[in-house]
């Protein structure tokens, strides 16, 4: 699973985990670290010994000395004196002593070994990983090569020669086979100074997953008061796991939040749980409830779980952690089984909804779904049907009731390179069988509508005469649907999709079938590129259309006028791409009636890697909204970083959210500081924060929000 947790992945000396960056110790001081060499193994199992010089010390005991070298499998062990007893395999090294492994060196004084049990005893050790772990230990202790003991132990990632952190341990363990490590008595000192303790701990050795208690985090705000969180992780399986994080609030009271992830063969999900047993400011229970689930139980068919549910309508205000939880307005609560085949597609789904804030939505209880994707007939013919079944039901006293839809489908293909024509004949059968209706409203409702449309395209392409291939495609579309009255037709999940530059070809406006637009109208596109002719890639994309209607569309939601306008609005859009890093783009559409835009955007973006980018962004829609919004990241120096955000409603005159960060990164450690203020109602003062993270590379990091 990813983003498993890491608690203290500590001394991880044969199997050294990475630190997160591409190069995060360039910033160390130049030769800080020692050079670690490769091993060469031998090439059997024997013991091989090399020396400049060899002699007997007594009976069985050879004293090698000069630069002497002890290979053994992956091990090697250099020193300047050695004395060996070849009958018990015992080694006693000093002068110089160094044990390397593969990304491993370790120096002492003194290294006593016995070879042939593969166990070895370093003094006054030092060690050093390539992922430039390193740290002392009094002893050392190699109890074969899976198996090791630090005595009066440290750890850290920065200059040996003056870290700016350093954990130690009375007494580290450190198992290689079952993946796990073990530490008594750890004191984390940031700049000579303890900060933190522990009697015990255990903790995952690289990247496995460990029961254990994660870092705690602390905060103050005026909302909650103090804050403490203490993650608890729970390995309850290879495809199992679960963390419980207590969250105590001085102001409110101690939330439980858990969360449970699985992950098998044939399914997946989470479920997220928090609960306050009593709110000490509104004095009542406050809980919050999401699961999501995707599972494919049999060949064909897959299942899907999206329920979410919370206690009250101010719980996400009270608890959410950015802009888009809090301005939640409803909560999802669907559960649906598909089956998916080679030439046909079934669903079944339930959907309901908690209101958060707004008014109440229809709910589907339940809706069947089919869709063909048959194959062609008599060589172009293509046939299609879809239809759905839905009872629609609503928490108030409103109409509600089922509907029945049906829609066959037939079309000729006809595609060239040099373009396409599409011929396409629909007919929609739809019934409505409704209750709580009004008096005098009809019960049972028909509607049967057939639709035709063609569409067509050419595609032009010219060389510009450099590097560079200019194309011109023109598009025409069709669609005639005739008029029906559906003034008495309840509209349960139906809204109009103005025609726009997203999607400027459709048969019905209406996204939904509550709603057929009476369609005789003529869909005009055209679109040119300029494409680079080595690369292909495309510079510069500029599109324009129109509707040109020929006659009323009389058939409108509830509250609209009937549409008498000759043409639609003019719609644009332009995207400039001169290089990798530029990319500019805009979007309008022009309202001929009453000579004004109803939409444009304009977005200039600038990316040259992940640490140097900035974006602004123009949203404006007609008497309803416009904003501007800024960002950027940017690396001043290796060590220095900006980044920033800012969100203006320029109709309402005030910041909807506004971020602004530094980042300073050192050899073995960073400082993260982010302010951040976000706009919440009218009514009440905008919510502001202030957060900073410690990290310390290759351990973990440490944050606090208030």
Known sequence: MPGTPRLLPLLVLLLGAPVAGADPF?????????????????????????????????????????????????????????????????LDARDRVRLL????????????????????????????????????????HLDGPRRLDLLDATFTTCDPADPAWLLGAGHIHLDMDSRQGTARNVVLRVADTPVFWLPWIRFPIGDERLTGLLFPTFGNSEKHGIQVQTPFYWNIAPNYDATFTPWYMEKRGTMLRSEFRYLHRKNRGQLDADWLGNDRIQDRERWGLHWQHRGNPAPGWQTEVDYGKVSDTDYFADFGSSLSVTSTTHLQQRGALNWIGT??????????????????????????????????????????????????????????????????????????????????????????????????????????????????????????????????????????????????????????????????????????????????????????????????????????????????????????????????????????????????????????????????????????????QAHLDYRNTRDRLETAEASFAWRLTPRWRLDGRYLQDLRAAHALEKVLGVRYDSCCWALALQARERFISETVEPERGFYFEIELRGLSSVGTRY
Not at 60 to 76: A, D, F, P, T
Not at 120 to 131: I, N, R, W
Not at 530 to 558: A, C, H, K
């Open 343 to 612: 030439d046909w597609e079934a669903g079944l789904m339930a959907q309901a909804f908690q209101t958060i804030n707004g008014s109440n939505s229809y709910e589907r209880l339940p809706q069947l779904r089919f869709q063909s994707h048959l194959p062609e007939r008599n060589g172009r013919l293509h046939f299609g049907l879809d239809g759905e079944w839905v009872r629609f039901a609503h928490p108030d006293e409103v109409v509600q009731g089922d509907r029945l839809d049906l829609r066959p489908v037939v079309s000729l293909p006809l595609r060239k390179a040099a373009g396409f024509v599409v011929p396409r004949l629909s007919w929609r059968y739809t019934r409505y069988d409704l209750d709580t209706v009004g008096a005098g409203q009809p019960e049972r409702i028909e509607r049967s509508l057939p639709t035709a449309s063609l569409d067509s395209g050419l595609f032009f392409e010219r060389d510009t005469g450099g590097d560079g291939i200019q194309t011109l495609e023109p598009r025409l579309f069709y669609v005639y649907t005739p008029y029906r009255d559906q003034g008495d037709i309840p509209v349960f999940d139906t809204r109009y999709r103005p025609f726009g530059i997203n999607e400027p070809v459709r048969e019905n406006f209406f996204d939904g079938v509550d709603r057929i637009e009476d369609a005789n109208r003529l869909t005009a596109l055209l679109t040119s590129r300029w494409l680079d002719s080595i690369s292909g890639n495309e510079l510069l994309l500029m599109s324009l259309g129109q509707i040109w209607y020929f006659d009323d569309r009389r058939v409108t939601l509830p509250g609209q006028p009937v549409a008498t306008s000759a043409t639609s609005n003019l719609i644009a859009r332009a995207v400039y791409r001169p290089d990798n890093r530029w990319n500019l783009a805009g979007d309008l559409a022009w309202n001929p009636e009453v000579d004004d835009f109803d939409t444009y955007n304009l977005r200039v973006a600038w990316t040259r890697d992940a640490d140097h």
């Open 101 to 140: 492994a593969p990304g491993l060196l370790i120096t002492g004084e003194r290294i006593t070994a016995d070879l042939k049990a593969s166990r070895a005893d370093v003094f006054a050790a030092a060690y050093f990983t390539t992922e430039r772990a390193n740290g002392e230990a009094r002893q050392l």
């Open 26 to 90: 360039a910033l160390c001081p130049a030769g800080s670290y020692p050079a670690i060499p490769p091993v060469t193994p031998p090439p059997d199992e024997r013991i091989h010994i090399e020396a400049d010089q060899a002699g007997l010390a007594r009976e069985g005991v050879s004293r090698l000395e000069g630069h002497v070298v002890v290979r053994r499998e992956r091990l090697q062990l250099e020193a300047e004196r050695v004395d060996y007893d070849y009958l018990t395999g015992h």
